[in-house]
């Protein structure tokens, strides 16, 4: 930034993007932590929900492996941003999330096996049966588009006057899509309660962040709409949530949207159709591993005496069991009917459509 | 009851909508404090206040993708898009999200939204305002595609779209907003959905349209009885899902078929009616079916837009073929 | 000349194009180092460097307009959208500018540039990626829309699209990128566009259809044939303009005539086949015409996506049918 | 601005918006001014140049009121950024104008019977007839679409390694839809030759610009995609066109991309169809005309000695007469054949539309 102004410019508005950070990477404080870091239990149960996530995410990468599973997309290394959203929502707010946050999903209550079924090519996994979320969002295969549902279900939260907030989630690749920028827009107009959180993984399938955008920060995406923003080390899991909380609480206060850069790495290929060793190279993904949230936050509680590797095996072995039960669940589930394509299309099945119906159905029976 | 012009019958469905249902919200550029290009939402943000009325920023994808939120939380989202030929952005949501949202979630989520957008030329409008692309709309499974005639229909189907639990786009013909007066009673009555209404009987011909191209079919169907030829005119109203069987009724009956709109020839919505009688009216037909379309083209500047048009003649000469066929 | 899959064919092709001419711009979401999602574009950056391949950013509405840009500038622009589900955004530049430049400045600017997009379902993929709305594109004036069936159409009619001057979308069949490989020579040759081919001549049915599935078209002849039934198949390959004249002269002589697409039956682009039969084919019609196609419903996943598309069972029910009609 | 960061936060972006004037309302320097202002026949040429776009747009108006003319977007206040647009590029640069930018593009060589042919509804009028702008885009009523095709001339540019640069104009509601910010992010990450001029007239129809956006300028919607930003004040034609002078430069120089708010104001109707006083106070608008660009100018080139109300006379004359004759030309012009619409559908007509052809000019001919 140039120091000088010349006579006939002058200054009419200023911006900044903070970085937000709590514990390095050994897990180590590097700043004041905040309230929430003394309730033991729920530092536990975040760095549980970590686990959950990555071993869910292990046991999906191999029922796709092993030809029991459709394409699926991995979140490992990205959990800190999940799970300190999640932790962070009231079951009264609203996920709309992108395809890359199980970890999330599951906090809030989706069943496993109701993602595996989704991902296993069934429309039945959306259906969300736990009521904490029968109003969260499908998971987005399209790129950004629910950005502006986020946005909308902010709206109707203001418009009705509830207490409550919209959280949506999605990549850094989708930052360059118009309908994230139209949701940050009108976010900030309308004084949304509503909080975006980018997930910076520094990866769109093939396409490293300096080919996206030449914005310095995706955080500063939002100063375009006027919204509150930051940045925050999305490998931290107390930060990633204790940014969540106070844009939460600001949307709740009416005081509107915010926008949060959650800065992570993407360890995995795009999905389980990629292989990122064609464009990626393999020492920078090592390289990124020293960044692993779970091993941060391991040593954080390591440090307070609150863990040991009797905790770790003993919780290790708990969440294989919850998911080997999940999986067998999903694999058990009935194939789906052929009616299921026609029973939700309309509200009341069409005339036309009955006939159609019909076909489908003779078929099914030949 | 009072004359009204289609026009003023879509704001007095808004009106009774919002005044019935507080769940229903009107929003779109312009639609509040100036009560919509169209003057469509005209008194409405004065009269239900700027939380059921809202004036949007300028974006199209914007309406379509905060009416599926809107909808997802129980509300009524009943927007506007102000001219079709800006509807592109907006099928991207409606594609993908407002249609499948119900069948994605297996019916957890719905999108009971209606998307409002003026529809057609021939009112010698600028560039992209004339577009009628209804049959890129009538593709798409789980949305409803509706198309009134005359105010008393704009009333009873908007009325109808706004209470659908699925989402509507609902067509008006900006040619026809203000060029006839009817009677139109606020009786909170809905007309049916998905149903074609016959507008004249005959029995020599039958003449299928839908929007203002009906103004045209009418005079044309005028001067056929001065001919002493009956021409039966079925007004298509829903295009999504839409009503075969009144039209094979009518075909049964008169063996000849007349298929008349705005839009390009080809993948136009008359094919699919066209291919619904060569599926299931075969034996009935005595001639072959006539489409009198718009031409594969660019819909032309407003100096050439009525050559771009089915007039009344090509109408009548299309009529005259399919008579001839023996 | 090698053996070669479709999307191999593909790239031959871009690679021809790269190399013949200078002003051929390749690029799109991931097309660069990675070679495409689907290694459409592999190895073409690393040959003809990043000036002529570009990797873009994630956003499809871009994609669309740069490519018009970039057309007005004298560049031939061959851009990629990774999945037909992702067009929805594209169609606003499409229809509004890309395909109407050339007529609303009379010439002075046009528009050749090429969109590729993978097109249908059946090879389990994730949501939103085995869309075939087809019919949706076909209906815009000024658009040429394009689908191969086998590695050598791939390959002549990519380079017939690239040299055309007027907006192509190409549409390529997902399900048959490695289905088959076929012996394509390097010839530089472009396959015609806006003609049909008869893959197969026969005398007792026509069945028509386009991109993958032919390859259930092409099962169910030889079922028919073990009946002592001659099918004659029609390939479309070009929806837009598309060639009425070999269709209605296979009809002319069959008398009978089953039309098969994936995308879903209303509005779909076996209507404006159907309608162009019952227009034009009426006499020689022995049978009413048929279509087998998607169902009016969202695609679904796929655990049922087979149960959607029309298998070689559903096609032969339909010659049946057709056959039986006397 | 907050003056103290938590420890847990550091500053990693900092931006600002700078305004820049140099003429105030009364046409007095507020700061030293260009060398370009030297150039006194520059200066009259520029004053020609915006009244000559004043009064054609009064004749547009009157050509409409008495139904000589399709509906019309009237550009009343704006002529300083279009004049100071167009006067700083060359004609090898592209322009790619919104709806009301008819002095930019007489400047640049269209033909003012060219442009009343294409409000009067004829295609005609975008066949630009002078080798100046033969290359340049047409009026584009969907708002916002052609800030893309802005971005595709530029990236040609770019790719052919040209000395040249694109130029796009939009106003303030357009920034809010996704294809300008789309468009602002590529012009960044592949540092195209583009400048982005946003004609912030404060109102999209009857939207005034408090209901589009939260952001506290147009300008930094830039930063958005990393671009230089600055805001000017665009009824003073001087800072209008330096800025883009400057713009221009860096554009050539291979510096990337910039985008420039010129803050104006709409001081009439929409459009010939629209009824302002529906929705904006009359009061508000007559306190805008105190920062006519026009009267700006000539009270500065008044005191430079450089003009008088002899000359005034004599230069309103010269126009008057000027767009006479062009508004002849126009409605002398034959009317369109119905093979308009066939002759540059495609570059051959297709067999199928020759059908259709043939039926449309023999009914023409009926
Ligand atoms: C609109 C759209 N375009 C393209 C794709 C194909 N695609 C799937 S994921 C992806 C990259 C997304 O990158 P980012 O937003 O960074 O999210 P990440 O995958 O890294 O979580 C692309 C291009 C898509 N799903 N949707
Ligand atoms: C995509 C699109 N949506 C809506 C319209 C209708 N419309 C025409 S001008 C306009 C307002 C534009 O405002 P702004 O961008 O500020 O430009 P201004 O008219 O003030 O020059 C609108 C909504 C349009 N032409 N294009
Ligand atoms: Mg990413
Ligand atoms: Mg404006």
Redesign the pocket.
């Known amino acids: 930034m140039p120091a000088s102004v010349a006579d006939s410019d002058r200054i009419v508005a200023q911006f900044e993007v903070r970085y937000r950070q709590f514990l390095d990477e050994e897990g180590s404080p590097l700043a004041p932590l905040p309230d929430f870091c003394r309730d033991v239990d729920l530092m536990l149960s975040i760095y549980r929900g970590m686990h959950l996530a990555r071993a869910f995410d292990a046991k999906c990468v191999n029922l796709q492996r092993t030809g029991r599973l459709g394409t699926f997309a991995t979140s490992l290394g990205q959990e800190a941003i999940a799970v300190g959203v999640a932790s962070a929502m009231r079951a009264s707010d609203i996920l709309v999330p992108s395809y890359r946050e199980a970890g999330a999903q599951i906090w809030r209550g989706c069943r496993m096996e109701e993602l595996l079924l989704y991902w296993g090519g069934d429309e039945r996994g959306h259906a969300f049966a736990d009521p904490a979320v029968t109003q969260d969002f499908p998971i987005s295969i399209t790129v950004a588009n629910h950005a502006l549902h986020a946005a909308g279900v902010a709206a109707a939260m203001k418009l009705k006057a509830e207490d409550r907030a919209a959280v949506c989630l999605f990549g850094d690749g989708a930052t360059s899509k118009g309908d994230v920028y139209e949701a940050i827009n009108v976010a900030g107009v309308w004084q949304l309660p509503l909080i975006f959180m980018i997930v910076n993984n520094q990866w769109a399938i093939s396409t490293p962040l300096e080919r996206q955008t030449a914005a310095l920060t995706l955080a500063q995406k939002g100063i375009a709409g006027g919204l509150s923003v930051l940045q925050v080390d999305g490998n931290d899991v107390i930060a990633v949530r204790d940014a969540m909380m106070e844009a939460l609480d600001a949307a709740r206060r009416g005081a509107g949207a915010s926008l949060i850069e959650g800065v992570t790495y993407r360890l995995n290929d795009h999905n389980t159709a990629d292989d990122s060793s064609r464009y990626r190279n393999l020492e920078e993904v090592k390289a990124r591993w020293r960044f692993c949230p779970l091993r941060r936050m391991r040593a954080f509680l390591e440090s307070r005496a609150a863990w040991s590797e009797k905790r770790e095996l003993a919780m290790q072995a708990e969440i294989a069991s919850l998911i080997d039960s999940a999986a067998d669940r999903y694999l058990a589930t009935a194939p789906p009917l052929p009616d299921q394509m026609f029973a939700h299309t309309y509200a009341r099945l069409p005339a036309g459509l009955m006939a159609q119906r019909v076909e489908a159905l003779g078929r099914a029976h030949e | 009851m009072s004359e009204l012009t289609l026009v003023q019958a879509v704001n007095l469905a808004l009106r009774r909508a919002l005044e019935d249902d507080p769940s229903v919200v009107v929003f779109g550029?312009?639609v509040g404090r100036h009560g919509g290009v169209f003057r469509a939402t005209e008194g409405l943000q004065q009269h239900f206040g700027s939380r059921r009325v809202l004036d949007t920023p300028?974006a199209?994808t914007m309406i379509g993708g905060l009416a599926i939120g809107m909808a997802a939380q129980g509300l009524k989202p009943v927007c506007e898009i102000?001219?079709l030929g800006?509807l592109y952005p907006v099928l991207d949501n409606l594609a993908n999200h407002a249609a499948r949202m119900r069948t994605r979630t297996q019916g957890r989520i719905a999108c009971p939204m209606v998307l409002r957008v003026t529809h057609g030329g021939g009112v010698h409008a600028p560039e992209?305002h004339s577009e009628s692309i209804e049959s890129m709309i009538a593709h798409i499974p789980g949305l409803r595609v509706v198309i009134p005639s005359s105010p008393r229909k704009a009333y009873g189907l908007l009325l109808a779209a706004i209470r659908d639990p699925d989402p509507v786009v609902f067509l008006e013909p900006t040619r026809l907003y203000r060029l006839l007066k009817e009677n139109v009673e606020d009786s909170g009555q809905s007309w049916p959905l998905d149903r074609c209404d016959v507008l004249k009987e005959g029995s020599d011909l039958t003449l299928v349209s839908w929007g203002a191209m009906l103004t045209e079919v009418m005079e044309a169907a005028g001067v056929l009885a001065e001919r002493g030829i009956s021409a039966e005119i079925v007004d298509l109203i829903t295009l999504k899902p839409y009503d075969a069987e009144t039209i094979l009724r009518s075909v049964q009956k008169t063996g000849r078929c007349v298929i008349v709109h705005e839009a390009a020839r080809t993948a136009g919505f008359g094919a699919e009616i066209a291919a619904t009688l060569a599926e299931h009216a075969m034996t009935a037909l005595l001639a072959p079916v006539e489409r009198v379309t718009g031409y594969d083209v660019v819909m032309p500047l407003p100096r050439l837009e009525r050559e771009y048009m089915p007039s009344v003649a090509r109408i009548l000469k299309a009529c005259r073929r399919a008579l001839a066929w023996k």
């Open positions: 550029q312009d300028l199209e102000q001219f800006f992209h």
